[in-house]
C-alpha cells in the first residue's frame, strides 16, 4: 500500500511539473523547426495541457480512493460513524440523567 501512495505521489507531482509555459515553448521549438505550423502548434499545446489536466484529476481520485481504502482497512471510524456513536452517547447520558433525578 506504500509504495502504491508513493508511486501515485511521484506520478502527480512529474504531472504538475509539466507547466503550461514548458509545454507552449516546446511546442514552439517544434514550430520553429518547421515540423508544425502555428495553429497545430496552438491545438497541439491545448491537447498537451487538456491531458496533463485529465491525469492530474485522474491520480487525485486515484490517491484519495487509495487513503479511504487505507482508511477504512486502519480500522479509524469515519465521520458518520464517529456521529452516530457521539449522538448515542448522549442519548444514553440523557437517559441516565432522567433516572438519576426520578
Same mark, same amino acid.
Given at each position: 500500500?506504500?509504495?502504491?501512495? @508513493?508511486?501515485?505521489?511521484?506520478?502527480?507531482?512529474?504531472?504538475?511539473?509539466?507547466?503550461?509555459? @514548458?509545454?507552449?515553448?516546446?511546442?514552439?521549438?517544434?514550430?520553429?523547426?518547421?515540423?508544425?505550423? @502555428?495553429?497545430?502548434?496552438?491545438?497541439?499545446?491545448?491537447?498537451?495541457q487538456s491531458?496533463a489536466r485529465?491525469?492530474?484529476?485522474?491520480?487525485k481520485q486515484?490517491?484519495?480512493?487509495?487513503?479511504?481504502?487505507?482508511?477504512? @482497512?486502519?480500522?479509524?471510524?469515519?465521520?458518520?460513524?464517529?456521529?452516530?456513536?457521539?449522538?448515542?452517547?448522549?442519548?444514553?447520558?440523557?437517559?441516565?440523567?432522567?433516572?438519576?433525578?426520578?
Amino acid at each position: 500500500m506504500e509504495e502504491t501512495i @508513493k508511486s501515485i505521489l511521484y506520478q502527480s507531482l512529474g504531472v504538475i511539473a509539466i507547466t503550461k509555459e @514548458k509545454i507552449e515553448k516546446a511546442v514552439d521549438d517544434i514550430v520553429a523547426q518547421g515540423k508544425l505550423t @502555428k495553429e497545430e502548434g496552438i491545438k497541439f499545446a491545448a491537447e498537451i495541457q487538456s491531458e496533463a489536466r485529465k491525469t492530474g484529476d485522474h491520480f487525485k481520485q486515484v490517491g484519495k480512493d487509495n487513503f479511504r481504502d487505507f482508511i477504512e @482497512k486502519s480500522g479509524i471510524p469515519t465521520r458518520a460513524e464517529f456521529d452516530a456513536l457521539n449522538a448515542r452517547l448522549e442519548a444514553l447520558e440523557k437517559l441516565n440523567a432522567t433516572r438519576d433525578n426520578a
